[in-house]
Protein backbone atom coordinates (compact mmCIF):
# COMPACT_ATOMS: atom_id res chain seq x y z
CA UNK A 1 0.00 0.00 0.00
CA UNK A 2 1.14 3.40 -0.67
CA UNK A 3 1.39 6.17 1.85
CA UNK A 4 -1.48 7.92 -0.39
CA UNK A 5 -3.83 4.85 -0.45
CA UNK A 6 -3.31 4.91 3.83
CA UNK A 7 -4.14 8.51 3.83
CA UNK A 8 -7.24 8.56 2.18
CA UNK A 9 -8.48 5.37 3.77
CA UNK A 10 -7.69 7.00 7.69
CA UNK A 11 -9.42 10.30 6.43
CA UNK A 12 -12.41 8.75 4.98
CA UNK A 13 -12.69 6.34 8.63
CA UNK A 14 -12.16 9.83 10.55
CA UNK A 15 -15.21 10.97 8.34
CA UNK A 16 -17.21 8.07 8.74
CA UNK A 17 -16.54 8.06 12.55
CA UNK A 18 -17.65 11.96 12.18
CA UNK A 19 -20.75 10.55 9.98
CA UNK A 20 -21.48 8.33 12.63
CA UNK A 21 -22.51 10.59 15.61
CA UNK A 22 -24.77 12.36 13.26
CA UNK A 23 -26.57 9.14 11.98
CA UNK A 24 -25.54 5.19 11.73
CA UNK A 25 -27.19 5.80 8.25
CA UNK A 26 -24.05 8.46 7.19
CA UNK A 27 -21.79 5.96 6.88
CA UNK A 28 -23.66 4.85 3.25
CA UNK A 29 -24.28 8.55 2.42
CA UNK A 30 -20.75 9.69 3.01
CA UNK A 31 -19.56 6.51 1.03
CA UNK A 32 -22.22 7.33 -2.17
CA UNK A 33 -20.19 10.72 -2.35
CA UNK A 34 -16.99 9.27 -1.79
CA UNK A 35 -17.64 6.54 -4.56
CA UNK A 36 -19.18 9.01 -7.14
CA UNK A 37 -15.49 11.53 -6.50
CA UNK A 38 -13.48 8.55 -7.24
CA UNK A 39 -15.20 7.08 -9.78
CA UNK A 40 -12.40 6.95 -11.80
CA UNK A 41 -10.20 5.53 -9.25
CA UNK A 42 -9.89 1.40 -9.41
CA UNK A 43 -10.40 0.47 -5.28
CA UNK A 44 -12.60 3.85 -4.06
CA UNK A 45 -15.66 1.05 -2.89
CA UNK A 46 -12.76 -1.24 -1.40
CA UNK A 47 -11.64 2.26 0.42
CA UNK A 48 -15.15 2.69 1.19
CA UNK A 49 -15.81 -0.79 3.01
CA UNK A 50 -12.09 -0.74 4.60
CA UNK A 51 -12.52 2.67 6.23
CA UNK A 52 -16.16 2.10 8.05
CA UNK A 53 -14.67 -1.37 9.38
CA UNK A 54 -11.84 0.79 10.50
CA UNK A 55 -14.41 3.97 11.79
CA UNK A 56 -16.63 1.52 13.50
CA UNK A 57 -14.02 -0.62 14.31
CA UNK A 58 -12.55 2.74 16.68
CA UNK A 59 -15.99 3.19 17.68
CA UNK A 60 -16.99 0.21 19.54
CA UNK A 61 -13.18 0.29 21.01
CA UNK A 62 -13.62 3.79 22.85
CA UNK A 63 -17.01 2.84 23.78
CA UNK A 64 -15.64 -0.18 25.30
CA UNK A 65 -13.39 1.83 27.55
CA UNK A 66 -15.71 4.01 28.74
CA UNK A 67 -19.00 1.72 28.71
CA UNK A 68 -20.60 -1.29 29.10
CA UNK A 69 -19.72 -2.67 25.69
CA UNK A 70 -19.07 -6.08 26.74
CA UNK A 71 -22.31 -6.01 28.56
CA UNK A 72 -24.44 -4.61 25.79
CA UNK A 73 -22.65 -7.28 23.38
CA UNK A 74 -23.92 -10.12 25.71
CA UNK A 75 -27.13 -9.05 25.77
CA UNK A 76 -27.48 -8.57 22.02
CA UNK A 77 -25.53 -12.14 21.29
CA UNK A 78 -28.59 -13.57 23.86
CA UNK A 79 -31.29 -12.34 22.34
CA UNK A 80 -29.30 -12.91 18.52
CA UNK A 81 -28.44 -16.46 19.66
CA UNK A 82 -24.79 -15.94 19.02
CA UNK A 83 -21.32 -15.67 20.99
CA UNK A 84 -20.85 -11.71 22.03
CA UNK A 85 -17.77 -11.62 19.95
CA UNK A 86 -19.54 -12.40 16.83
CA UNK A 87 -22.23 -8.96 17.37
CA UNK A 88 -18.88 -7.29 17.12
CA UNK A 89 -17.96 -9.44 13.26
CA UNK A 90 -21.48 -8.72 12.40
CA UNK A 91 -21.67 -4.90 13.09
CA UNK A 92 -18.18 -4.45 11.33
CA UNK A 93 -19.40 -6.36 8.92
CA UNK A 94 -22.70 -4.13 8.08
CA UNK A 95 -21.00 -0.86 8.09
CA UNK A 96 -18.24 -2.52 5.74
CA UNK A 97 -20.75 -3.76 3.14
CA UNK A 98 -23.22 -1.02 3.49
CA UNK A 99 -20.15 1.34 2.67
CA UNK A 100 -18.96 -0.98 -0.33
CA UNK A 101 -22.81 -1.09 -1.84
CA UNK A 102 -23.35 2.81 -1.06
CA UNK A 103 -19.86 3.54 -2.82
CA UNK A 104 -20.50 1.32 -6.02
CA UNK A 105 -24.01 2.98 -6.30
CA UNK A 106 -22.24 6.33 -6.28
CA UNK A 107 -19.68 5.70 -8.83
CA UNK A 108 -22.49 4.07 -10.89
CA UNK A 109 -24.30 7.67 -10.38
CA UNK A 110 -20.99 9.55 -11.88
CA UNK A 111 -22.17 8.08 -15.20
CA UNK A 112 -25.73 8.57 -14.86
CA UNK A 113 -26.32 12.16 -13.24
CA UNK A 114 -25.67 15.18 -15.69
CA UNK A 115 -23.17 17.48 -15.75
CA UNK A 116 -20.53 14.25 -14.56
CA UNK A 117 -17.35 14.29 -16.88
CA UNK A 118 -17.35 11.07 -18.76
CA UNK A 119 -14.14 11.44 -20.32
CA UNK A 120 -15.65 11.87 -23.83
CA UNK A 121 -14.50 14.08 -26.31
CA UNK A 122 -16.69 16.72 -27.99
Do not use: H, K
Not at 25 to 40: D, N
Not at 72 to 86: I, M, T
Not at 90 to 108: K, S
Amino acid sequence: MTRALILRTVLVAAAFAAGTFIAWWMVPVAAAAFGYMTARDRGGPIVAGLAAILAWGGLIAWNAMVGPATEVAALLGGVLQVRPSAVYVLTLAFAGLAAVCAAVLGRAAYGVLPGAERGQAD
